[in-house]
C-alpha cells in the first residue's frame, strides 16, 4: 500500500475517533455555548463522520488505483473537514465566531474532493492511469 493511501486510511480513521470522542463531550459535559447552539455542532458533527468514512474510502481506492486525483480528493476532504466542521465546533462548543468566514471555503473544499473523486473513478475506469 503507498504512503499517500496510508495516510488517509489513518486521518480517516483518527478522524472519525475524533467525532465519537466529541460527541461524547457533548453529551456528559455541560456547556451553555453548546446547547444554545445544538444545531451547529450536529451539522458538524454529521459532516465530520460521513467525511471521516470518505477519506477513508479515498485510501482504499488511492490503494486500489494510485491516481493524483486520489490525492487531490484526499487533501480537499482534509481541508474542508478542518474549515467547515472546526468552524462549526468553534461556534458550537467555545463559542468562538472568529473564524466563520473560512466556513464557506471548508464546503467549497468538500465539494472539489467529491469532483476530484469522481475525476479519478472515470478516469481509472477509461484506462487512463494519469492525467
Known sequence: MNFTAKLFLVIGALSALLSIVLGTIA????????QAAMHWFNTGMQYHQFHSLALMLVGLLAAYWPSRWFSIAGVLMIVGTLLFVGNL?????LGIHDF???????????LGGWLALVLGVILQRAGFRQL
Not at 27 to 34: G, K, S, T, Y
Not at 100 to 109: D, K
Open 89 to 93: 465546533y468553534l461556534r458550537s462548543m
Open 27 to 34: 453529551v456528559h459535559v455541560p456547556n451553555e455555548n453548546l
Open 100 to 110: 466563520h468566514a473560512l466556513t464557506p471555503y471548508g464546503g467549497w473544499a468538500y
